[in-house]
């Protein structure tokens, strides 16, 4: 359904038009896009964007559209109340996007799964807020955003990012008859969590193994990168997962390798995606990959800059290969180099929580979800996926269905000792198998990893 929300007056909606058609924000769309058929809710005293049209959907992004400073847009003044077109009793649930809805990636898959929800629960509206990061919205919280989504009648909160953890806590403290969930985070397994709030996280360790797989059954230098965002236990454990794929079909699956050790490094840029003057450049660290061996850059960032730069440097007849994350189509940006992606389907998670809710049955969770193992790439029954890209050979494809098929059948399993972490310290004892809070807080990248285990 469509709910059209009324935030300004006529001049302001063509002020902001205008500033939108140059893209807005500084996270601009590096992918595909998408143009919202749901209602856009903008917080009070930032920028007011309307919904895209699609020309501004479907623009590449600019120089001049990168350096729009947020604060130039016009700002909404009050709050009128919205034009719904759905029933007055729909249950509506409003999301907190850390990223554009539209960037290839993390947030585009959640966006792409609340559309899901919306339309396979019959009585519900999907309402949301997208770019809550300090660059496109430096002086706005969390708790503001979701004051802001309540008010245009929110009856259940998403929040998408390990940033939003203690926002989302103190919102849905504030808001404690409006149940909550929190992507990523771990408040309930803690006891942290108020009574209204939940957890919900993919098993995405599965999916890095398998891209770390691809990886190192495809280089031909022996060397794999990968581009990491900000480092915390999340993090940490998604670059240990792809090592160990990488270190199993290496030794185990692959006959004739190109170097006597596969080397593995991992550079952080220090958040999720590109922030011009905080971040470390994703292009640029891309590039010095590639230029110093690497043929396989892995994708650990919420945008596609990775899958971009293998792709250029190919086109200039330097044979570079890349796997994107978090979202199925990312391929699409350059087919016949991407090895594959594994990505987050959130759209059958949504519809249990949706249908719990309007059953009067949900209760806070903290679920860390396996992949359907009878079918990865179920859009309605499996939280993690991952399909092969042009770039993997046949005979590739083959191996990486073997690895798949064992890890499905548990005769592969990755966590178990001996493993050390990179200060030699020991992370498991020979025969040792991780338990979930072992893999989930991950203090250390492991022995045989170049790159920082710590922020400095």
């Known amino acids: 359904m469509k709910r059209t929300l009324t935030l300004l007056p006529v001049f302001l909606l063509l002020m902001t038009l205008i500033v939108t058609g140059c893209g807005g924000g500084t996270t601009g769309t590096t992918g595909e896009t998408t143009t919202p058929t749901t209602a856009v809710v ?26 729009t400073d947020p604060t130039e847009s016009a700002t909404s003044e009050a709050d009128p109340e919205p034009t719904t077109t759905g029933a007055e009793d729909d249950l509506i649930f409003g999301m907190v996007l850390v990223g ?41 919280t969390v708790e503001q955003v979701v004051d802001d989504l309540v008010s245009q009648g929110a009856d259940f909160i998403i929040t998408n990012s390990d940033d939003f953890k203690d926002g989302t806590r103190e919102a849905a403290l504030a808001h404690p008859d409006i149940p909550f969930l929190h992507i ?34 495809q280089t031909e230098t022996g060397k794999i990168s990968y581009l990491g965002p900000l ?3 999340e993090t940490r454990r998604l670059v ?6 990488a270190q199993y079909c290496w030794d185990n699956l692959r006959e004739e390798k190109p170097a006597d050790t596969l080397e593995f490094e991992v550079t952080w840029i220090g958040f999720w995606f590109n922030i011009p003057g905080i971040t470390l450049d994703p292009t640029q660290v891309a590039n010095d990959f590639i230029n110093n061996g690497s043929d396989v850059l892995i994708s650990g960032i919420d945008t596609t800059e990775a899958l971009i730069e293998a792709n250029k440097a190919t086109q ?46 949900w209760e806070p969770q903290w679920e860390w979800v396996a992949p359907n193992w009878d079918d990865i790439n179920n859009p309605d029954t499996s939280a993690i ?30 966590f178990v000792g001996p493993l050390n972490f990179q200060d030699g310290t020991v992370y498991l004892a020979e025969g040792e198998q991780a338990s979930d809070e072992q893999i989930w807080y991950t203090p250390q990248l492991l022995e045989g990893i170049v790159g920082q285990s710590a922020a400095e």
């Open 42 to 67: 903008e917080p009070t005293d930032t920028e007011a964007t309307q919904e895209p049209t699609e020309e501004s959907a479907d623009s590449e992004p600019t120089e001049e559209s990168t350096d």
């Open 100 to 140: 554009p809805f539209n960037d290839a990636g993390w947030s585009q898959a959640h966006y792409e799964g609340a559309l899901y929800a919306e339309e396979n629960v019959p009585g519900t509206q999907f309402i949301y807020v997208d770019k809550v990061n300090p660059a496109d919205r430096p002086n706005i």
């Open 184 to 217: 990523s985070g771990d408040d309930v397994l803690t006891g942290a969590a108020p009574p209204n709030l939940g957890n919900l996280m993919g098993r995405m360790i599965y999916g890095k193994m398998m891209a770390g797989c691809a990886a190192a059954l």
């Open 231 to 233: 480092i915390n236990d």
């Open 240 to 245: 240990n997962a792809a090592y160990l794929g």
């Open 316 to 361: 200039a007849g330097n044979l570079v290969y890349a796997l994107p994350y978090d979202f199925q189509g990312a391929c699409e940006q350059a087919p016949d180099i991407c090895l594959g992606v594994p990505y987050f389907n959130w759209g059958p998670g949504y519809v249990e929580q949706l249908q719990a809710i309007q059953a009067g049955t």
């Open 385 to 414: 996926g991952f399909v092969t890209g042009d770039g993997l050979s046949e005979a590739n494809k083959t191996l990486l269905d073997t690895f798949i098929t064992g890890l499905a059948d548990e005769s592969i399993n990755l």
